[in-house]
């Protein structure tokens, strides 16, 4: 195979990527709110922010935010964001607003289910074409877009 034809394989990924971030993310985001509904996205947004302060040494217990007062080891009851926390926090440590960096979460996201997709797509022997359209379809389509008031199932 010539340096030219695998070069053309290569932006595949990135080009559906960029499509389906044109299409469904940018909007949200460019209204300038929080993603997700009213209630989901603020809890969501307030438990990450809870997070970055345990990160950062600003509050004392990670399972007992304030949000539960009186009852103590209450996160567990909600979603704990333990996995993605520390995306959220990079965000913040780089001195970007809670709302921002909560937008911010939400895209990469959406990248990493995108190319997680792709590399579950090629892994099944799709070449970067068709894994790249599958990706496409599987976490741009309708029924994931649907999720959008619940921002945690990225």
């Known amino acids: 195979m010539n340096k030219a034809k695998s070069w053309d394989y290569k932006i595949f990924p990135?080009?559906?990527?960029?499509?389906?971030?044109?299409?469904?993310?940018a909007p949200y985001l460019s209204r300038h709110s929080v993603p997700g509904d009213l209630g989901d996205g603020r809890l969501?947004?307030?438990?990450?922010?809870?997070?970055f302060l345990v990160l950062s040494?600003?509050?004392?217990?990670?399972?007992?935010?304030?949000?539960?007062y009186p009852w103590i080891n209450m996160v567990g009851l909600s979603d704990t964001h333990w996995g993605t926390a520390p995306i959220y926090a990079l965000f913040r440590w780089a001195g970007l607003s809670p709302e921002r960096s909560f937008g911010d979460w939400f895209l990469v996201g959406f990248i990493l289910n995108y190319f997680s997709a792709y590399f579950v797509n090629r892994r099944f022997g799709l070449k970067p074409f068709g894994a790249s359209l599958g990706?496409?379809?599987?976490?741009?389509?309708?029924?994931v877009v649907a999720q959008d008031v619940h921002v945690q199932l990225l």
């Open 14 to 25: 990135f080009l559906f990527l960029l499509i389906g971030m044109a299409g469904v993310v």
């Open 44 to 51: 969501n947004c307030y438990l990450l922010e809870h997070a």
């Open 57 to 68: 040494g600003k509050c004392a217990s990670f399972l007992s935010p304030p949000f539960f």
């Open 135 to 143: 990706a496409f379809f599987f976490f741009f389509s309708l029924p």
